[in-house]
C-alpha cells in the first residue's frame, strides 16, 4: 500500500527488519515462559524448525508472486518487465493471513492447555 517511492519502500523495509530481529528473540522467550520445563526442549526445537522452514518457504513463495504479476516498464526506449504493485501486495497479505491464523492456533492451543491442566474447569 505505501511503496510508490523510493523512500517509502526504505522505510517500511527499516520497519520490517526491526521487527523481524525483535521477533524471534521474543518468541522464544514466549515459548520458554509458557512451556512446561519438561517439555522446553521439544518446544524450542519445533519452533526453531517451523521458523526455518518458513524462511525457506517465504522467499520461494515472493518469487512467485514476483514473476507471475509482472509489468512492463519502457525507459528510454529499453522496454522491461518488472513486479508489479500486485506482486507485492499478494506478498504482504500472504504474511498477514499467516500471521493471523498463527495467533489463532496460538490461543485455540493456549485454552486447550488451561483445560488440560484444570480438568475440572470444563
Not at 9 to 25: D, E, K, R
Not at 84 to 107: C, E, Q, T
Amino acid at each position: 500500500m505505501f511503496h510508490s517511492t523510493e523512500l517509502l519502500v526504505s522505510t517500511n523495509l527499516a520497519i520490517l527488519s526491526t521487527g523481524l530481529s525483535l521477533t524471534s528473540v521474543g518468541a522464544m522467550n514466549v515459548i520458554i515462559l509458557s512451556t512446561p520445563r519438561q517439555f522446553s526442549g521439544i518446544s524450542l526445537g519445533m519452533s526453531t524448525l517451523m521458523r526455518i522452514i518458513g524462511a525457506a518457504i517465504g522467499p520461494a513463495l515472493a518469487g512467485m508472486y514476483m514473476q507471475t504479476h509482472q509489468s512492463l516498464l519502457n525507459i528510454h526506449g529499453i522496454a522491461q518487465y518488472f513486479p508489479s504493485a500486485d506482486s507485492f501486495n499478494l506478498i504482504f497479505l500472504s504474511a498477514v493471513v499467516l500471521s493471523v491464523v498463527s495467533i489463532v492456533l496460538a490461543v485455540i492451543l493456549r485454552q486447550r492447555v488451561v483445560k488440560m491442566a484444570i480438568p475440572n474447569l470444563a
